[in-house]
Every structure is written in structure tokens, then in C-alpha cells.
């Protein structure tokens, strides 16, 4: 049993991490084995994302210290916080795919910076690329027209090649 001290010392310490949380995905692992549960942190933790099991009241109460408007007595079962400080997406992303593969672990909800999400709107937010991606898609977008544009400069020094190869073989 946890002393008044240490409860308010947790209750702290997730407020602080809450406000400086980019995405908190909850979910219920009710049913879920040690073995899924132990690979599912290992996932996590490799993306630098935190898994935390905490009581209900507590995680109310840190809730509310964060200024964040969201009741988690309503949600159902035993609730698993995954806490990313880095990226939006990949927690929702790591969660929603552990959750496919395994029917005990189910999404119920989550924070996407002070706003709470339904458990749709994290299945949508898993749904999204990843920053990489993004950044990926973004640098192609602009490396297009220069590429274009040295094909264009390019396709005219061979043609001027072209001919004057031509001349060199008739001569």
C-alpha cells in the first residue's frame, strides 16, 4: 500500500510528464499476458516512449493538474498510459498495432498536446505517417523541380553531344 507522500509524488511526476507529452495514448490491457505486455514496453521504450500502469484516481487527479479535461473513471478496464515526448503519432502508431495483434489490448482514448481524443480519433491519428515520412515526402516535393530542371540542361548537352557526334561520324 502507498503512503499519501508517494501518491502525490506520482501524481506529480505524471502531471509534469503529461504537460510535456507531445501524444498520451490510454488503453486497457485487461487480459493482456506478461509476455505481450513485457514486448509491447520493449516497442515502446525502443521509440523512447513510456508505458505506465497507474490507478484511475490518480491519473484523474494528475489529469486535472495538467489542465487537461478528461474523465478516465468512465473508461473501461485497466488503463495503461503510453506517454510520447517526442513524437505525435508513433505511440498511437506502436499501440494500434499491438492492439490489432492482440484482442485483450484495446485503445480507449488519448491526449494529442492538452486536447483529449476519442478512441477513434487515436485509431485515426495511428493511421497518419510517422514525422520521417513526412519529412521524407516533403524533401522529395521540393528536390522535384531541381531535378527536372538538370534533366532539362542535361537533355540538352546529349542532344548537342548527339549532333555533334553525328558531324564526326560523317566526316
Known sequence: ??????????VKALAHEIKESKAVVFSDFKGLSVKNMTALRKELRGQGIDLKVIKKTLINIALKDAGVDMDIKE????????????????????????????ENLKIVGGILGKDALSREEIIALSKLPSKEELLAKFVGTINAPVSGFVNVLAGNLRGLVNVLKAVADSK
Open 1 to 10: 500500500m502507498q503512503t499519501r507522500s508517494q501518491k502525490n509524488e506520482i
Open 75 to 102: 473508461m473501461e478496464g485497466q488503463i495503461a498510459l503510453a506517454i510520447s515526448q517526442e513524437d505525435e503519432v508513433m505511440a498511437a502508431k506502436i499501440v494500434a498495432k499491438a492492439a490489432k495483434a492482440n
